[in-house]
């Protein structure tokens, strides 16, 4: 299928960085064997379970081979006791599987939505349902070695937290089925883990009601008892947060973004997400650092601001990529507009695409690691959700945020369709195959389907704005829109549907708007 993304901008220093990312992404297309494959980048060489089956959905606009290779090829080694990899290395054309940890689980939606993006072939669907139906049942027999309900992650790199504090001096791998006795506080009760699980049973849900195989209420029964033991076992109510346990079953008091992870894996409640968002996101001594989303809260005693490759302070490119489901999940969208904003400023028209961010100014840490394509990825979403045209599993998201009267046009190519959002003054235009879908004035996303009728309109800027609707069949609507509302569309009539509190304050936003000094 042919796949290709424009975009022209009268904004010089937005135009710039778009270049940039879309140069550098392309140094990140390799060969394992005959096997078209995205790998990570910025020196890192192969591909990984936390990043690339992730990795490669996003870049599927642009090279459904390689993304679907992304996908295939950990599912293809995954072993007969279901166990996936958590790497795999090309030497010289022959690959080798890494089974000593996990490195993370960003890989059902991604390999879900490649379903749907290519021609919806059952062959593929059930090799994946076989898949996570596989390493699920491999966790729930392996990874709750205590039998209290709760998995467990059993080394650092099981969660990909590279040289994190929070493990003191635990071991970076840990193969086999056989638990950590005595080794540093290990195994952990893990948050990351129950979100796995939870994401892996609900797609298994989904799944199943497309192979009408009887199923579906049987896997979201199971997710939602995943999500009822997070909650009891590792969420603490007065401080509103989920915290790991460590082989004492005892809480560890260390506040971490994993909580981010688990909402992006959609673990949490709409009140969880709700409270974590308020209490700790968006608070300044915390993660709303003027580089926001340090690993671990910047007034922990865990927390360090080392620069290259420590998941124990400095805000990372690969959160900013899990970010955007993680606020998604929960209709977060002006939340994922100020986080957004700040990656592609500390980026720069000069496209510092690092691995890690300083905490405090915004500086580019190992500046001449620059190809990282975590960061990279996330900052083509962003520019896509805030001004073009996503291409969902079934839906279109079409992005109108304010952009300073500077015109610009967003192009998407997708097989025989090619869908455009053109912006001239406060005005956005779509278009599908050359014809005239709709018109919307700015701060919002309009979602349709893939013929572009429209569902739904989402408040995604920081500030309301009174929006108004033109359809090409004449009809015309208009409401004040402010941040994470959610209007339905009915027969020509906007009807609030949602309303997601954001918790921003005018002092926060003032803040939020200071330019970083990068420095």
């Known amino acids: 299928m042919k796949v290709e993304v424009t975009f022209q901008t009268a904004d010089r220093a937005l135009q710039k ?43 599927a606009k642009r090279d459904m081979e390689a993304a679907l290779n992304n996908q295939l090829l950990f599912m ?12 795999i290395v090309n030497r010289d054309g022959v690959l080798d599987p890494k089974y000593d940890w996990f490195q993370g689980f960003c890989f059902p939606d991604p390999a879900f939505s490649l379903y749907f993006w290519n021609g919806e072939n059952r062959d593929y669907l059930l090799k994946l349902y076989h898949t996570l139906k596989a390493i699920d049942e491999y966790w729930w027999t392996y990874r709750d070695s205590d039998h209290d309900g709760c998995l467990e ?21 840990w193969g086999g089925e056989e638990p950590p006795t005595g080794v540093a506080k290990l195994p952990y009760e893990s948050m990351d883990y129950m979100a796995y699980s939870y994401e892996a049973r609900k797609t298994l849900a989904a799944i199943s009601a497309i192979l009408d195989n009887g199923e579906e209420a049987d896997w979201e029964q199971k997710a939602e008892a995943v999500r009822k033991k997070l909650r009891e076992y590792l969420w603490i109510e007065d401080k ?45 001594k915390e993660f709303w650092t003027p580089m926001p989303l340090p690993s671990i809260a910047v ?83 962003y520019i896509e959700r805030f001004y073009g045209v996503h291409v969902d599993k079934t839906e279109l998201y079409w992005g109108c945020l304010p952009g300073g009267g500077q015109s610009r046009v967003y192009r998407q190519q997708w097989g025989e369709h090619l869908y455009a959002m053109v912006h001239e003054g406060e005005w956005n235009t779509a ?30 800027d920081v500030e309301a704005h009174k929006v108004t609707v033109r359809t090409a069949q004449g009809a015309t609507a208009s409401a004040v829109i402010g941040p994470n509302e959610v209007f339905a569309w009915r027969d020509g009539s ?6 997601i509190p954001f918790a921003a304050d005018e002092a926060l936003l003032k803040e939020w708007r200071k330019p970083l000094p990068r420095q």
């Not at 293809?76 to 790497?87: A, D, L």
């Not at 489901?325 to 986080?339: D, F, K, P, S, V």
């Open 494 to 499: 906007l009807c609030l549907e949602a309303k």
């Open 299 to 381: 007034n922990d005693a865990f927390f360090r601001n080392n620069e290259d490759n420590d998941w124990s302070g400095q805000p990372e490119g690969l959160t900013y990529q899990r970010a955007i489901r993680a606020m998604e999940n929960y209709g977060h969208y002006a939340e994922l507009t100020m986080i957004g904003k700040k990656l592609m400023e500390a980026a720069g028209e000069e496209g510092l695409f690092t691995q890690q961010y300083d905490p405090f100014t915004g500086r580019p840490s190992t500046p001449h690691k620059n190809d990282y394509g975590p960061t990279i990825l996330a900052i083509l979403e």
């Open 240 to 284: 509103n947060a989920c915290y790991d346990r460590d082989c004492q079953n005892e809480f560890m008091d260390i506040l971490l973004h994993n909580n981010i992870r688990v909402m992006h894996h959609g673990a949490f409640d709409q009140e969880m997400a709700d409270r974590f968002i308020a209490h700790h996101m968006l608070n300044p």
């Open 17 to 59: 960085l778009y270049n940039a990312a879309e140069e550098k992404e392309k140094h990140n297309i390799r060969y394992f064997g005959d096997r078209k494959v995205l790998v990570e980048g910025g020196g890192y060489n192969n591909i990984w379970l936390e990043t690339q089956p992730m990795g490669g959905g996003m870049y």
């Open 76 to 87: 293809e080694y995954q072993k007969e006791n279901g166990r996936i990899p958590g790497m």
């Open 153 to 173: 992650t059993w080394c650092i790199c099981d969660t990909g937290e590279d040289n994190c504090t929070r493990f003191f001096d635990a071991p970076g791998f």
């Open 431 to 460: 278009y599908l195959d050359g014809e005239e879908l709709f018109s919307v004035s700015d701060g919002v996303r309009v979602v349709t389907d893939r013929e572009g009728r429209i569902g739904r309109i989402a408040g995604i």
